[in-house]
């Protein structure tokens, strides 16, 4: 079966997309990679750059898309998370007749979204809180993220302090840091190390204005980010990483379990995660309750977070459930 796997940009070793492409072939695909921009290859499977990495613009990216999508030999598409691509192959892939999945763990629905999702065949997504418009639909299949365990095997915890806190994300509205903030307010003698990407940097600016009104400049520090090498590090010398995104599960919180690191986090998350206990609610005072009740001993053990890590959301389970339905084209 050969699959067009189409991807906004390879950027490293550690790149999710090279991992997904990998265990696709392992399950027996043969993958094209179509990406904006390729700062890897070569690599041992074929990528089509659209050369944003050597300056062309977008006109001549969308040239160079309809060349490929026209030229290259392939049976399905797979389109991670940029349903633009969807839109602007329509007008070659339908009348074809090529089978197209999506890949969109989001739960806004942009205009590009919504002409992929009329003709894809599937609607692939991590948790049930993505495309919510599309709850109930046959298209919409919720398959878990996709760790690869290979790059996270289960870890020894060795954090020494149940005080110390972690969360790590991009650090955008969506992500409620202020609600961490204040429950850090409700914990005296906590503190909170904060790791991610300023996607809003005015929202950063909120956050660390807020930091000092709150008289936690000594308690909170912001990190900025880290590279993929060191995080499981991070995660282990941490017992409890705090993540209140309302919208959907961080694949952070599911890395940190592998390294015996418990998430705190919405009553919604922790069901789509597949762990029994959370606050009760998302308020700065059900925050550090749960926490200061749970610091000290976690409501589940290493190998019970790893266990749920594996079973519901491992890469190899991932790509088994999506090939069932890109290989059968339904």
């Given at each position: 079966m050969r699959l067009l796997f189409i991807t906004q940009k390879l950027h490293g070793q550690d790149s999710f997309g090279i991992h997904w492409v990998r265990e696709f072939r392992r399950q027996?695909?043969?993958?094209?990679?179509?990406?904006?921009?390729?700062?890897?290859?070569?690599?041992?499977?074929?990528?089509?750059?659209?050369?944003?990495?050597?300056?062309?613009?977008?006109?001549?990216?969308?040239?160079?898309?309809?060349?490929?999508?026209?030229?290259?030999?392939?049976?399905?598409?797979?389109?991670?998370?940029?349903?633009?691509?969807?839109?602007l192959g329509a007008w070659w892939w339908v009348p074809c007749r090529i089978p197209v999945y999506l890949w969109y763990t989001h739960y806004k629905?942009?205009?590009?979204?919504?002409?992929?999702?009329?003709?894809?065949k599937r609607l692939f997504c991590a948790t049930s809180q993505s495309m919510p418009t599309y709850e109930g639909s046959p298209k919409k299949v919720v398959c878990?993220?996709?760790?690869?365990?290979?790059?996270?095997?289960?870890?020894?915890?060795?954090?020494?302090?149940?005080?110390?806190?972690?969360?790590?994300?991009?650090l955008s509205r969506s992500k409620r840091v202020e609600l961490l903030l204040r429950a850090l307010t409700l914990l005296p003698g906590y503190r909170l190390d904060i790791f991610g990407i300023a996607a809003e940097p005015d929202y950063v600016a909120e956050l660390k204005a807020l930091t000092k009104e709150l008289g936690l400049d000594r308690r909170?520090?912001?990190?900025?980010?880290?590279?993929?090498?060191?995080?499981?590090?991070?995660?282990?010398?941490?017992?409890?990483?705090?993540?209140?995104?309302?919208e959907t599960i961080d694949k952070t919180m599911l890395e940190a379990m592998t390294c015996g690191c418990y998430p705190v986090t919405t009553k919604r998350n922790a069901e789509a995660i597949g762990i029994p206990f959370a606050p009760e609610e998302d308020t700065p005072e059900a925050i550090a309750a749960f926490?200061?009740?749970?610091?000290?001993?976690?409501?589940?053990?290493?190998?019970?977070?790893?266990?749920?890590?594996?079973?519901?959301?491992?890469?190899?389970?991932?790509?088994?459930?999506?090939?069932?339905y890109i290989r059968s084209g339904t």
């Open positions: 027996g695909f043969d993958v094209t990679v179509l990406c904006l921009e390729d700062l890897v290859s070569p690599l041992e499977f074929p990528v089509l750059s659209l050369g944003k990495e050597i300056g062309i613009g977008k006109v001549g990216q969308v040239i160079r898309f309809f060349r490929h999508i026209v030229t290259a030999r392939y049976d399905r598409v797979f389109i991670h998370m940029s349903p633009v691509w969807g839109l629905n942009s205009c590009s979204f919504r002409v992929t999702a009329s003709f894809a878990g993220h996709g760790i690869d365990l290979s790059v996270w095997p289960k870890r020894e915890n060795k954090s020494e302090d149940p005080r110390s806190l972690v969360a790590v994300h991009r909170a520090a912001f990190h900025g980010t880290v590279p993929l090498h060191l995080l499981p590090q991070v995660y282990s010398m941490h017992r409890l990483i705090l993540n209140e995104a309302s926490v200061t009740e749970h610091a000290e001993r976690l409501p589940m053990n290493p190998e019970e977070m790893y266990n749920v890590v594996k079973e519901r959301h491992s890469l190899e389970g991932l790509v088994r459930k999506m090939g069932e």
